[in-house]
C-alpha cells in the first residue's frame, strides 16, 4: 500500500512545503509555465476551448479524488454537486443580479451546504448504498432542475451572461483557462494539506478499514461528511465557473452520470491516491475524448472505447497508472544496478558450488 | 507523501503529456483536412474542378437525439450530391464535414469551435435538436459565421439576438398548429371540441408545439380539462394516458417526441379512451410509428413542414435522389436538411462568395434576411430575429398512409378526417 | 382531488406496474446478494436482451416472450462468466466500489455495442395482446402489464422455490449469508456465487422480453431505469429478494397514483423521497431485516 508510509508521516513543519529535490523543483516550475503559457502556444479557438475543458477536468477528478482517494467512498454522484454550483451561480447572476464573483461565492456556498445534508444520509450507509444515493443525488436534481421552470429556466435552459462583457470568444477562453488554473492549483494545495495531516490519516484509516478506525477513536461519520463537503465545494466551484464560461445549462446534460463517470475514470487512471494522478488522468483522457471526436467523430466508437478504458482500469490497474509505471520504471531502472549485483551473486554461488 | 518516487513520475508523464496535448491531441491545423475525411461525405464531385466549399455540421449521430439526426444528416448528403451533379457552389464541389456531437452541448461547441477554427470549414449548418442550437448558434456568431439551422425552431432560439441565426422550416414551433387552430375555429359549433386535454414532454420545442394550439383553442373558448407535463426520461405513459383519459376531452394534443407519443397512443388505446380528435407532434411523422402503435394511426394529426407530394421548386427531384441514394425515401428531418443547404446555397450564389469572415458571412446573412428563397417546402421569408414566416402543413394518417390535409391549397392530398375513427 | 374511477384506474396500474418493476430489479438483489455487488450494468442488460429479443422477433417471427427459451439461457451463461472471469478478479477489500465502475463500464460498452450494431433507431415489439386490456368493474388492466406481472410472479416463485426447496438454494442462502462459514462447511462459495449471478442475470432475460413489448426502446433507454431499481432494492433491504418485490410494489403504485393524481415530475421523485427516507430512519431497508435473517 503506498499510503502506508504516509499514513505515519507527521504534520508539515513549513508550512508551503516546497519539495526538496532540484529535478522535482525543475519539473514542478517547467510543468506551471508550460500551462500558464499555453494559451498563448494555442491560440486559436478551439485548441483553447479545448484547453479549459481539460483543466476543468483536471479540477472536476483532483475534487472527485479527495473523496474517493482518501476514504475509498466511490462517488458516481458528484455531478450533482458541478450541476448545483453551477446552477447556484447561474441563478445569482441572473435572477439575483448579483455581481459574478458574489454568485459564484453563493454557489460554493450552496452545494457544501447541501453536500453536508447530502453526506450525512449518504455515509450512514456504507459502501454500496453510497454508490446509490449519489447515482440519486443526480437523477433527483435533474428532476428538479427541470421542473423548477420559474427558477432555473427549466428545460429551455439557462442563460449566463459572460463574466467580462465584450470580451472575445478566444479571449474569454484564456480567461477561463486561467482561473480554472486557479481553481486546480488551490485544489491540489487542499489535496496536499489533507495528505499530510492528521485528518488525512483518519481518512485513509477509513479507506484501509473502516471499523477499526471507528474502534481507535477516529470519529468516521464526522471525517466523512467533512471531506464530501470540501470534494462537492471544489466541485461546485468548477460548476460556478463552467457556468459563467459556458454561458448555457441545461438540467438533463448538467446532471449527468456519465459527466460523474469520466471524474471517476480520470482520478483513477491517473491514481486518486497521488496528488497530481487525477489532472494526470484528466490530462489522457479528456484530450482523448475531443482526438475521438473530432476524429473519429461519425461512430459511436466513442462510448465503447470510454467503457473500454473504464473496463480495463478498473481490471488491471485500479491504482492508476502512476504506480504502473513507477514499477515499470523500477523494474527497468535498478535492473542496470541489479544485473551486476545479481551477476556477481551468481558469480559467487557458483564458485561456493563450485568449491 | 515521504516516498517522491510517484511524484516524479507522474510530473515526467504530465510534462510529456501536457506538451503532447498541446501540440498534437487537439488536432492541428490540416488534421481537420484529413482526419475530417472519416466524417466527410464525399458527394460525387468527380467533375468538377477547383477548391471544395467545405461545410462544417455537428451531429447527433448516437445519444438521446440521435434517430432524427440521422434523418437530417441524410438529408445534408442527398442535397450536396445534387448541388455537386448540377455544377457545384460558385462553380465548386460542396464537401460536408462532420463530427457526431452524442447530443451533448459541451461536444457541439467543441465540435463547431473545431470545425470553424481548425479544419477552416467555408461554411456551417445547423445541427439537431433545439436543446443543442443556442449554444451552438453562440459559437457561430461569436466568429461571425452564418448559422443556418434544421432544428431550433422554440421561442427561446429567437430571443438571444442572434444576427446570423435562421430556421430553415417553414414556422416555428409555436405556429406549427396555426393550420388546425383555422381549422377548428371554422367548424360549426356543434362540431368543435368544447374541451381538450394536452401532455407534452418537458422540453422546448415539444412543449411549444402543444403550447401554441393550446393558446388558440383557449381564444376560441375550448375548455382545457387537462395540462399536463412530464421529464424527459419518464418510462410508462399509462398512467399519464389514463388522468388524460378520465377527462373524456375532445381533443387530444400531445407535445410528444417519439416514445412518449408511442406509449400514450398505446396507453389510450389500452384503457379505451376514444378523442373525436387526436394530435401529436414530432412522433406520427417517424417511420417507425406505425409499426410501434400496431397500426393504430387512422386519424392522428401532426404538423408537417414538408410534403413529398408538394409542387414545390425541386421537391420531386429531392424525392427521387433521396430515396435513390439512402434506399428509403426522405423523412421530414431530411426535408429539413435539404431546405438548410437550399437557403444558404441561394444566398451563396446571389452574394458570390463562401468563406469565412464577417464581409461575405454578413452579407449572405443579410440577404437571406431580406431575399424570398424558393425551397421545397415553398418560398422562405425570415423575419429580423430569424424566424420563417410561412405556416406548417396538417398531416393526418388515413387508410393509405400518411396525407396532407390542411391548408386547403395544392399540396393538399386529401380531406381531414373529423370526427376521427376508433382506435 | 381525481375521480375515484381514476384512482382505482391509477392504482391498478401501479400494482401492475410495481409487479414489472420488481422483475427488472430482482435480479439486482440477487447480485448484491451473493457477492455485495451493486449491478449497475443490470439495466443496460434489459436493454440487451430487448435488442436480442426484437431481433430474434423479427429475424424467425418468434413471439417476443417465447425468445425467453434462448435469452434465459444465454444469460445465465453470460452471468456465470460475468462473475467467475470479472468480477472475482477484484480484490475483496475494494470489490464493493470497484464493481460498480467495473459494471458502470459494462453499461457503456452494452450501450456503444448495441449503438454501433443497431444504431441509435427506436425499436419497438408490438403484439396483437398488448394494446388491449382486460376490463373489470370499469378499470382497465392492460395485458401487456398483466403478463408483466404474472412473469415477475412466477420468476419470484420460482427464485424462491430453488432458494427453498433444493441443495443449490441451501448452498445459495449459506453463501448470502455468511461466505466463510459456507466455505468452512464445504460449499465450493467460487461456483455457488457464479450461480447466484448467473441467476440474477438471467431475470434479466426475461424482464428486456417485458420491457420490449411494453415500451419502445434505443440503446440509451438504460440510463432512464438505474435511478428507479436502485431506490427499490435500498427501499427493500440490500440482498432481499422478498423486500425488493414488495419494495417495488409499493413504490410502482405510489408511482401511478402521483401521476394520477399530481404530476409525471412528483412521481418520479417519489423514488428518490423513498430512498433518502430509508437510509435516515432505516438504512438497512424497510423490509429486509437483518441480512442473514432473510429468505
Not at chain 1, 25 to 30: E, F, H, N, P, T
Not at chain 1, 320 to 332: D, E, K, S, Y
Amino acid at each position: 500500500m503506498p499510503n502506508a508510509s504516509s499514513v505515519r508521516s507527521p504534520a508539515p513543519t513549513a508550512l508551503p512545503h516546497l519539495p526538496r529535490s532540484v529535478p522535482l523543483r525543475i519539473g514542478l516550475g517547467l510543468l506551471l509555465v508550460l500551462l500558464l503559457a499555453y494559451p498563448w502556444i494555442a491560440p486559436g479557438g478551439y485548441l483553447r476551448y479545448a484547453g479549459v475543458l481539460v483543466v476543468m477536468y483536471a479540477v472536476l477528478s483532483t475534487s472527485w479524488s479527495m473523496v474517493g482517494g482518501f476514504t475509498g467512498y466511490v462517488s458516481l454522484g458528484h455531478a450533482a454537486f458541478f450541476g448545483l454550483g453551477a446552477y447556484a451561480t447561474g441563478i445569482g447572476v441572473v435572477t439575483l443580479g448579483l455581481p459574478h464573483a458574489a454568485a459564484f461565492v453563493l454557489g460554493v456556498l450552496v452545494v457544501a451546504v447541501f453536500a453536508a445534508v447530502a453526506g450525512l444520509a449518504a455515509v450512514r450507509a456504507r459502501g454500496a448504498s453510497f454508490v446509490i444515493v449519489t447515482i440519486a443525488m443526480v437523477t433527483m436534481l435533474s428532476l428538479l432542475a427541470q421542473d423548477m421552470t420559474w427558477l432555473t429556466g427549466g428545460s429551455a435552459g439557462l442563460q449566463v451572461p459572460g463574466a467580462v462583457a465584450g470580451i472575445s470568444r478566444t479571449g474569454n477562453h484564456a480567461l477561463f483557462f486561467y482561473l480554472f488554473t486557479v481553481l486546480l492549483l488551490f485544489a491540489l494545495l487542499t489535496w496536499w494539506f489533507i495528505d499530510r495531516s492528521r485528518y488525512g490519516a483518519g481518512l485513509k484509516a477509513i479507506r484501509e478499514d473502516e471499523e477499526k478506525a471507528e474502534a481507535l477513536g477516529v470519529p468516521t461519520t464526522a471525517y466523512k461528511v467533512a471531506a464530501l463537503t470540501v470534494s462537492a465545494a471544489f466541485t461546485g466551484a468548477a460548476g460556478g465557473l463552467y457556468a459563467m464560461w459556458f454561458g448555457n445549462l441545461d438540467p438533463i446534460f448538467v446532471f449527468s452520470l456519465v459527466l460523474g463517470s469520466s471524474m471517476v475514470l480520470m482520478a483513477l487512471l491517473g491514481g486518486s491516491r497521488y496528488l497530481l494522478g487525477p489532472t494526470l488522468g484528466a490530462f489522457v483522457v479528456a484530450p482523448a475524448n475531443e482526438y475521438f471526436l473530432t476524429q473519429h467523430g461519425e461512430s459511436q466508437l466513442h462510448i465503447i472505447l470510454s467503457g473500454a478504458l473504464l473496463f480495463v482500469v478498473v481490471l488491471f490497474m485500479p491504482e492508476g497508472v502512476i504506480p504502473a509505471v513507477q514499477r515499470a520504471l523500477r523494474r527497468f531502472r535498478p535492473q542496470s544496478a541489479s544485473i551486476r549485483e545479481q551477476t556477481q551473486q551468481e558469480l559467487h554461488e557458483s564458485r561456493g558450488a563450485a568449491t | 507523501m515521504r516516498d517522491r518516487g510517484p511524484l516524479v513520475t507522474s510530473l515526467a508523464a504530465f510534462t510529456l503529456l501536457t506538451t503532447l496535448s498541446a501540440c498534437s491531441t487537439p488536432e492541428d491545423p490540416t488534421a481537420g483536412a484529413e482526419g475530417g475525411a472519416a466524417g466527410t461525405f464525399d458527394a460525387g464531385a468527380a467533375g468538377l474542378e477547383g477548391e471544395p466549399v467545405r461545410i462544417g455540421i455537428s451531429m447527433p449521430l448516437s445519444g438521446d437525439f440521435s434517430e432524427p439526426g440521422i434523418g437530417v444528416r441524410q438529408g445534408y448528403e442527398t442535397w450536396a450530391a445534387m448541388v455537386n451533379e448540377s455544377g457545384g457552389l460558385l462553380d465548386r464541389p460542396v464537401e460536408l464535414v462532420f463530427r457526431d456531437d452524442a447530443s451533448d452541448p459541451n461536444k457541439v461547441v467543441s465540435d463547431y469551435e473545431s470545425l470553424i477554427t481548425q479544419a477552416k470549414v467555408d461554411l456551417v449548418f445547423g445541427p439537431f435538436s433545439t436543446r443543442l442550437v443556442i449554444p451552438a448558434a453562440e459559437v457561430a456568431e461569436s466568429y461571425d459565421m452564418l448559422f443556418v439551422e434544421p432544428a431550433g425552431a422554440s421561442d427561446e432560439v429567437f430571443e438571444q439576438g442572434f444576427e446570423y441565426l435562421f430556421y430553415a422550416a417553414p414556422a416555428v414551433a409555436s405556429d406549427h398548429y396555426d393550420n388546425l387552430a383555422d381549422y377548428i375555429e371554422k367548424l360549426p359549433a356543434d362540431e368543435r371540441p368544447r374541451t381538450a386535454a394536452y401532455a407534452s414532454l418537458d422540453d422546448p420545442f415539444a412543449q411549444d408545439t402543444a403550447y401554441g394550439l393550446k393558446d388558440r383553442m383557449e381564444a376560441a373558448g375550448v375548455e382545457t380539462v387537462a395540462d399536463e407535463v412530464y421529464p424527459p426520461g419518464t418510462t410508462g405513459f399509462t398512467a399519464i394516458a389514463a388522468r388524460i383519459a378520465d377527462t373524456d376531452a375532445d381533443l387530444v394534443v400531445g407535445g410528444t417526441q417519439f416514445e412518449d407519443s408511442v406509449g400514450l397512443v398505446r396507453g389510450f388505446q389500452e384503457l379505451g379512451y376514444q378523442p373525436r380528435m387526436a394530435a401529436f407532434s414530432t412522433g406520427p411523422t417517424i417511420p417507425e410509428f406505425e409499426e410501434a402503435v400496431g397500426g393504430a394511426t387512422e386519424g392522428i394529426i401532426s404538423p408537417v413542414g414538408w410534403s413529398p407530394s408538394a409542387d414545390y421548386g425541386q421537391n420531386a427531384d429531392f424525392v427521387a435522389r433521396h430515396t435513390e441514394l439512402h434506399g428509403a425515401p426522405p423523412s421530414e428531418d431530411a426535408a429539413n436538411g435539404f431546405t438548410t443547404g437550399e437557403v444558404v446555397a441561394a444566398a451563396v450564389e446571389e452574394v458570390g462568395c463562401a468563406e469565412q469572415g464577417r464581409k461575405c458571412q454578413k452579407a449572405l446573412a443579410d440577404h437571406i434576411r431580406g431575399a424570398e428563397t424558393e425551397t421545397i417546402v415553398g418560398p422562405l421569408r425570415f423575419d429580423e430575429q430569424g424566424r420563417p414566416q410561412s405556416a406548417h402543413l396538417i398531416q393526418q394518417w388515413q387508410a393509405d398512409g400518411p396525407e396532407i390535409v390542411l391548408p386547403d391549397d395544392d399540396a393538399r392530398t386529401g380531406d381531414l378526417v373529423h370526427p376521427k375513427a376508433e382506435w | 382531488m381525481p375521480s375515484l374511477s381514476l384512482l382505482a384506474q391509477g392504482l391498478a396500474l401501479g400494482v401492475l406496474t410495481g409487479g414489472v418493476y420488481a422483475l427488472l430489479a430482482s435480479g439486482l438483489t440477487l447480485y448484491f446478494g451473493v457477492m455485495r455487488v451493486v449491478m449497475v450494468a443490470h439495466p443496460a442488460f434489459l436493454f440487451l436482451a430487448a435488442y436480442i429479443t426484437y431481433f430474434l422477433h423479427a429475424v424467425t417471427g418468434m413471439d417476443p416472450l417465447l425468445t425467453a427459451v434462448i435469452t434465459v439461457p444465454l444469460f445465465f451463461l453470460l452471468g456465470v462468466g460475468i462473475q467467475r472471469v470479472l468480477v472475482a478478479r477484484i480484490p475483496q477489500e475494494s470489490l464493493a466500489m470497484m464493481s460498480v465502475l467495473l459494471t458502470f463500464s459494462l453499461a457503456l460498452l452494452i450501450e456503444g455495442g448495441l449503438g454501433y450494431v443497431a444504431t441509435g433507431s427506436y425499436r419497438s415489439i408490438t403484439v396483437d395482446y398488448a394494446t388491449t386490456s382486460l376490463h373489470l368493474f370499469g378499470v382497465a388492466f392492460p395485458y401487456d402489464r398483466l403478463i408483466g406481472f404474472g412473469l415477475a410472479a412466477a420468476t419470484f416463485i420460482a427464485i424462491f422455490a430453488v432458494l427453498r426447496l433444493t441443495r443449490l438454494g441451501k448452498a445459495l442462502r449459506a453463501t448470502i449469508q455468511h461466505p466463510d462459514a459456507a466455505r468452512l462447511v464445504g460449499i465450493d462459495t467460487a461456483k455457488v456465487t457464479g450461480i447466484g449471478f448467473g441467476i440474477g442475470l438471467a431475470t434479466a432475460a426475461l424482464g428486456g422480453a417485458v420491457l420490449s413489448i411494453i415500451d419502445p426502446f434505443f440503446p440509451a433507454a438504460h440510463w432512464d431505469y438505474i435511478g428507479k431499481l436502485m431506490a427499490i432494492i435500498v427501499v427493500g433491504g440490500l440482498g432481499s429478494v422478498r423486500g425488493a418485490a414488495i419494495a417495488a410494489l409499493i413504490l410502482g403504485t405510489i408511482e401511478a397514483v402521483v401521476q394520477v393524481s399530481g404530476g409525471a415530475t412528483e412521481a418520479g421523485l417519489m423514488f428518490y423521497a423513498f430512498l433518502f427516507a430509508t437510509l435516515l430512519l432505516r438504512p438497512q431497508g424497510f423490509f429486509g431485516g437483518r441480512l442473514a435473517e432473510r429468505f
